[in-house]
């Protein structure tokens, strides 16, 4: 049995879906909170509807269970938690029930750039989150993707609709190396399969656009609109002054900051190479995705 924690989120959905093509047993956790289940009653996989603030939660959620995929997130706009909180101090709760029940692997979806020190809290918490589980008795992988594109499409495009634009955060000219769901999807189901991705930190990305680009391939493929800028110094206010309405907003403008920085693209032609069986799916596909 596989347990996919955050099995109803934005990535969570794709790995269960590629789980269901493939007869895979599995388990999802989640609150039930932010997104609804799959549906229900299908032999291939079970619901556990639980929280990872609560020990007896996690340990009922990895019983019986040999592998488990962490796909949980504090991060987004509702699941009214944090990265502190879900990312790390959840994470951790989960760990240690899965080494108590004898879990052998988990596959953890981290970010590029997790440091104990980096500029995004997120990253921190990312970091704490995957040195706990490096140092733990089980065997681990460590997916660390770019930015979600799906996400940042979303975002920038969540105006267009009602006012005819697309945000972009800041100058939007530095790269940023993004990663689609689908392609994280693809590389944390082979992470379950796949023994030589074992004890590996896997740095995975899709394509390298700057926002600018985004919000361009989002017009043309929209076919009408304009770009709404919001400018360094109001990113900075925001990063600090949204906290109290919408803490969200607040963490998309400090990942925007960090983004303008230029420490967000990276390289990852070496790693897909390792794996050229896995296909990139990149911005067209995220535009345009298939039902
Ligand atoms: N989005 C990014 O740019 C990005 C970048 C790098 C890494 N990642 C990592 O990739 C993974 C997937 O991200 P995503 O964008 O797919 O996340 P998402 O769409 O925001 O989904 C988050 C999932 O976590 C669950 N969840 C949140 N709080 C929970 C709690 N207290 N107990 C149990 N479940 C909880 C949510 O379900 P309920 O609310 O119903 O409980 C949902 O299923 C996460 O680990 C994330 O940190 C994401």
């Known amino acids: 049995m596989i347990l996919v924690v955050g099995g109803t989120g934005r990535l969570g959905v794709r790995v269960t879906r590629d789980l269901a093509g493939i007869g895979q047993p599995f388990r999802i956790m989640a609150r039930g909170r932010s997104q609804p289940f799959l549906e229900q009653g299908r032999s291939e996989f079970e619901v556990f509807r639980g929280t990872l603030s609560s020990a007896s939660d996690c340990q009922h959620a990895v019983e019986g269970c040999e592998q488990v995929i962490f796909a949980a997130s504090g991060f987004g706009l509702k699941t009214g938690g944090t990265p502190r909180s879900v990312d790390r101090d959840g994470a951790l709760r989960l760990m240690e029930a899965a080494e108590h029940v004898g879990v052998r692997h988990m596959v953890m979806m981290s970010m590029y750039g997790a440091a104990a020190d980096a500029p995004m809290e997120f990253l921190r918490m990312k970091y704490a989150a995957e040195e706990a589980l490096r140092s733990s008795g089980m065997g681990w992988t460590i997916i660390r993707m770019g930015a979600n594109l799906e996400q940042f499409l979303a975002v920038m495009s969540q105006p267009l609709e009602t006012q005819g ?127």
């Open 165 to 291: 634009k697309v945000i972009v955060f800041g100058s939007g000219g530095m790269p940023v190396t993004f990663t689609s769901t689908a392609d994280a999807a693809a590389l944390a189901g082979r992470a379950l399969s796949d023994p030589v991705l074992g004890g590996q930190t896997i740095e995975w990305g899709s394509g390298t656009y700057s926002l600018n680009e985004l919000a361009s391939a989002i017009l043309a493929n929209a076919g009408r609109g304009a770009i709404k800028r919001i400018p360094v110094p109001a990113l900075r206010i925001m990063s600090v002054a949204a906290r109290a309405f919408s803490p969200f907003m607040a963490r998309m403008a400090a990942a925007a900051l960090w983004m303008e920085s230029g420490a967000a693209a990276f390289d990852p032609a070496l790693q897909r190479k390792s794996l050229p069986d896995i296909p990139v799916f990149g911005l067209e596909e995220s535009l345009n995705p298939s039902p």
